[in-house]
């Protein structure tokens, strides 16, 4: 029987070897979080200081911005059980089932497991992170979009 080491080992093994794709995804995401918490916590304290009209419209532009940023955030999200069944059918498709070779077939059948968990994996963790951080996110920009009308 294997242990839970082993199967970690091999999932990491994995991510780094046959499902880059989502760990690259998932590397820009947290980029993307950090940018977007560092912005809005520099915002917080710019919020009770008279400001000029110029920078008025500096943060409000910023806020558009960074309200398309968290769009992206959150669609991120939601690609990474999308990229896991990609790797998924990907490696259902590497299948030689005609030639009856074993170790082939175990291991395209684990490349496909291992790209769905890490698409459930990462989904679960930038979710909740976005149920952590999503409102705080969401209400600076807001603050800072009604900073000056239109």
Do not use: H
């Amino acid at each position: 029987m294997k242990s839970y080491a082993d199967t970690a080992n091999k999932l990491t093994d994995s991510i780094l070897r046959n499902d880059r794709l989502i760990l690259y995804f998932a590397i820009a995401n947290l980029v993307l979080l950090v940018f977007l918490l560092g912005w809005a916590v520099s915002r917080l304290r710019n919020e009770k200081v008279k400001l000029s009209d110029d920078d008025k419209k500096k943060i409000r532009r910023q806020g558009q911005i960074c309200g398309i940023l968290y769009n992206i955030f959150i669609t991120i999200i939601t690609m990474f059980p999308l990229l896991g069944m990609f790797g998924t059918v990907s490696g259902l498709l590497g299948l030689d089932l005609a030639n009856g070779d074993m170790e082939n077939i175990k291991n395209n059948f684990f490349i496909a497991l291992t790209s769905t968990a890490w698409g459930i994996i990462f989904s679960i963790i930038y979710k909740l992170l976005n149920a952590i951080f999503g409102e705080f996110i969401e209400n600076k920009i807001n603050v800072a979009k009604k900073v000056m009308p239109d």
